[in-house]
């Protein structure tokens, strides 16, 4: 720490009052700007009755909490820090740089920032820690300060790239999505008013367009097809509706006239809660990135790769799913009468269950954040030409990967997630509105209860279909065949 009357770091105790006050008090100010924003987009979320969309900004609130908390562990133990001496031979290898004069080093990850935008005019945390005690001993520090200024500016900025590229996609999804609304309606007026005729199954225009043949070829040219048709026309109007009817027959016969396409949104605005937040299991891929970024291995173009496949795979896979829905009908009939009807099923998703889909987009627009912002960060700190940067010719094409990934995930990828996960065996809780969400609960509690009460008394046990419809309500599976997996009004 700089002595108390050292001219070029003066402590708290050698700085003028008024300046305190006033870098203080914009401090505070801008904070509480940030505050009551939030504040007040959560009342408007409220008032318009988003409640999903109201908790995904209780979960942005979360992240800015844990970011803070973080910060404030990186201040209050920099001192601590500082004081833990390593030998400096063991900060000679495995550095993001390259660097020949180790020998006069003090400080290792340490790489000239003069040309960056932020570089000149910046300054560390706080002075605490003596930069002296591990020269006395002939070591160096664990971890420099301004090494820790950098590492909490990223911290910073990966959390906010997360948050805003997370949004950016769900708004591209709902963008992209506005076109199923007239199909909606369309598919809401023609209900029941189409003759009642029997059809050849390849008279459908879904079977025609979707169904490749049966065997070894027609199974290759089928995952072909549903690779490349992620990149256009993803989504069909032939195919909303097939899948709508699907859906209504499967969970909500009685009721017709159902709005699929709201609902939808709603499971949507549900996920985004999900997709916005950022687990434990993915501060530990951080750390691993961190780890492999060394000088010569370009581990972050190589990285790149990974979001992209994964999001190629999943497309394929959602595309897949729709292929697969017409090859069952085409393969157990020859001919129908009505309207066609898929049959949704778990079988058809990895390991039959369809919420791995969600945790992969999550994985994906993580990873894919974190390349966005670590090149900024390093262009803000750093400068472009750095070599913590690496090659141009590495650079150019992850920043490509990165933009590629995030509007194919927003305009394809999304989409196909919101609807296509709507053809396995459970529907979602928000299919009931929150005050029907809450009587059923209620009553369910009320069925549990019973039902342990009779059999301690010895009497009868629930009837079987009540148990069905209770498991509907609490765990939202249905069970094909049996009363309680349909809904008739919502």
Not at 296 to 312: D, E, R, V
Not at 389 to 418: D, E, W
Not at 463 to 484: I, Y
Request: hydrophobic share 45%.
């Amino acid at each position: 720490m700089a002595g108390g009357g050292d001219e070029s770091a003066p402590t708290l105790e050698y700085t003028p009052t008024w300046i305190v006050a006033l870098v203080c008090s914009v401090i505070v100010l801008i904070s509480l700007i940030f505050e009551r924003l939030l504040h007040r987009l959560g009342k408007v979320l409220k008032k318009k009755n988003q409640k999903h969309l109201f908790d995904a900004l209780q979960k942005i609130k979360e992240e800015l909490m844990l970011l803070g908390f973080i910060s404030l562990l990186l201040v209050v133990f920099q001192g601590s820090i500082q004081r833990i001496c390593v030998s400096e031979s063991l900060t000679h290898h495995l550095r993001p740089c390259k660097r020949d004069d180790d020998a006069t080093s003090t400080a290792h990850y340490s790489v000239s920032s003069s040309g960056g935008i932020v570089g000149g005019g910046r300054r560390l945390l706080a002075s605490g820690g003596d930069s002296t005690y591990c020269q006395k001993k002939g070591k160096v520090p664990l971890l420099s300060l301004e090494a820790i200024h950098e590492l909490h500016i990223f911290i910073f900025v990966l959390a906010v790239s997360h948050v805003v590229l997370s949004a950016i996609t769900v708004v591209l999804g709902l963008a992209q999505m506005r076109t199923w609304r007239n199909w909606e309606d369309l598919a809401q007026n023609s209900q029941g008013n189409a003759p009642l005729k029997i059809n050849q199954v390849q008279q459908f225009e879904f079977i025609r367009k979707r169904f490749s043949g049966f065997g070894k070829d027609s199974f290759i040219s089928s995952w072909l097809r549903s690779f490349f048709k992620q990149f256009y026309g993803s989504i069909t109007k032939t195919d909303y509706t097939t899948m709508r009817l699907g859906f209504i027959m499967t969970h909500c016969k009685g009721n017709p006239k159902f709005n699929f396409y709201k609902y939808m949104i709603r499971v949507l605005e549900s996920d985004f809660k999900k997709v916005v937040g950022i687990s434990w299991y993915l501060w530990i891929f951080v750390m691993v990135f961190l780890a492999l970024n060394i000088a010569g291995w370009n581990a972050y173009f190589w990285i790149s790769f990974i979001p992209l496949i994964l999001l190629l795979a999943v497309g394929t896979k959602l595309e897949h799913i729709i292929t697969q829905l017409a090859h069952e009908v085409a393969e157990k009939h020859s001919a129908i009468a009505g309207d066609l009807v898929v049959t949704p099923s778990d079988h058809l998703f990895w390991f039959h269950r369809p919420k791995i889909v969600i945790s992969l987009i999550h994985f994906i627009l993580f990873q894919n954040a974190f390349e966005i912002a670590f090149f900024f960060w390093i262009l803000t700190t750093y400068s472009f030409d750095s070599c913590i940067m690496g090659k141009i010719g590495f650079v150019i094409p992850r920043i490509v990967i990165s933009v590629l990934i995030q509007l194919l995930c927003g305009y394809s990828t999304l989409p196909l997630y919101a609807i296509v996960t709507q053809m396995g065996n459970s529907f979602n809780k928000v299919i009931f509105d929150e005050n029907v969400q809450t009587k059923l609960f209620g009553w369910a509690e009320g069925v549990k209860k019973n039902a342990k009460g009779t059999t301690v008394k010895g009497h009868k046990k629930p009837d079987e279909s009540e148990g069905v419809l209770l498991q509907n309500v609490v765990g939202h599976e249905t069970t094909p065949g049996r009363r309680g997996n349909e809904i008739s009004e919502v």
